[in-house]
């Protein structure tokens, strides 16, 4: 019952900066979990970072492609996510997409059964 709309892409340049949203509408929940993948062309998506809300515990996944350089947040009133992105690099370049789930995962980097998907944004970088 939760729907999820991602946006905030579009065309960077190298080293430059974005900010991706992920707006959450419908049922919303005291405990979720969100997570940001991507995914290139001909490449398997993949997860980049997530955070996780138990209402009172917070935890944090990046991956080590994206670790110093993205910063996951949330809004735990709007059960929103977002995703800033700096230092961009062309190899950054996929669709954008915003994972839910509405329960707390303690590891949120294994998380198997994201409910919800966002319809994904586009990030280009230039080089």
């Known amino acids: 019952q939760v729907q999820l709309a991602d946006s905030g892409g579009g065309l960077v340049q190298a080293g430059g900066s974005l900010r991706l949203s992920c707006a959450a509408s419908g049922r919303l929940s005291t405990s979720y979990t969100r997570g940001w993948f991507r995914q290139a062309p001909g490449k398997e998506r993949e997860l980049i970072a997530a955070t996780s809300w138990s209402g009172m515990i917070e935890k944090i996944y990046y991956a080590d492609s994206v670790k110093g350089r993205f910063t996951i947040s949330r809004d735990n009133a709007k059960n929103a996510a977002y995703l800033q992105m700096n230092s961009l690099k062309p190899e950054d370049t996929a669709v954008y997409y915003c994972?839910?789930?509405?329960?707390?995962?303690?590891?949120?980097?294994?998380?198997?059964?994201?409910?919800?998907w966002g319809q994904g944004t586009q990030v280009t970088v230039s080089s």
């Open positions: 994972a839910g789930a509405s329960r707390y995962y303690s590891d949120p980097g294994n998380v198997r059964n994201y409910g919800y």
